[in-house]
């Protein structure tokens, strides 16, 4: 079945340590998206790629890194710089139109706990 | 500075009653606008969506609204059924973006 698969769905690390989240689509879509999710504060877009080797920051990308080495995969690495990293992690990805954004599609999310 | 916002952090409505979300923008630059449905420890799902060239748009239960002159769109769900219970964010676009900016949510939750 066609989706967004992103892993782990868990994930618990020490204070200072650098986490990679793996997200992976077979929706062969040319955009792909990171969000973190917070209590309150809605869906905040850390980078997105529209093509493979390019992508963007978005709002709250400070401490954090992105690689697009192939189409369908988009790994976010939370980083020791991240001061807060504790959160919901959500990737998204969308066919690319030239109008705009459409419809995103999103994976399960990866939830990131700090010690 | 929160371009899309939804002032209501949750709601109550009994079921089989309407339930009504609201979401209010600033950017005036904005032209698409959608609806996701969120369970905790999921991703979001679409539900709707509305071009600025419409002031409605309907879907089964679901029906959004539009006016662009108050910078205002509202969800509309009709009845409201125990399944709707959930985290709704409304999200926004503009003319030629590569990005959503969504607001902070709206829990709702459908009471039997």
């Known amino acids: 079945d066609g989706g967004i698969t992103q892993s782990p769905k868990y994930l618990f690390r020490k204070e200072g340590q650098n986490v990679t989240l793996s997200c992976e689509q077979n929706?062969?879509?040319?955009?792909m998206y990171w969000y973190r999710q917070d209590p309150g504060q809605g869906l905040r877009l850390i980078y997105y790629?529209?093509?493979?080797?390019?992508?963007q920051k978005g709002d709250i990308a400070e401490g954090y890194s992105v690689s697009r080495e192939k189409k369908e995969s988009f790994p976010l690495t939370v980083t020791s710089a991240q001061k807060n990293p504790t959160a919901f992690y959500l990737c998204a990805s969308t066919p690319r139109r030239a109008g705009g954004i459409g419809e995103l599609f999103f994976g399960e999310g990866s939830r990131l706990t700090v010690l | 500075d929160q371009q899309v916002k939804q002032n209501s952090p949750s709601l109550s409505v009994q079921e089989g009653r309407i339930s009504i979300l609201n979401c209010d923008y600033t950017?005036?630059?904005?032209?698409?606008f959608l609806w996701y449905k969120k369970y905790p420890a999921e991703g979001p799902t679409f539900l709707i969506s509305i071009s600025s060239i419409k002031d409605k748009n309907e879907d089964g239960r679901f029906t959004v609204f539009l006016n662009k002159s108050a910078k205002h769109l509202s969800l509309h769900i009709v009845p409201s059924q125990p399944g709707d219970s959930a985290v709704y964010f409304c999200a926004a676009s503009a003319q030629g973006a590569q990005k959503l900016v969504f607001g902070q949510g709206t829990r709702l939750t459908i009471n039997p």
């Open positions: 790629s529209q093509i493979v080797n390019d992508f």
């Open positions: 950017n005036s630059m904005f032209d698409y």
């Open positions: 929706l062969n879509h040319d955009a």
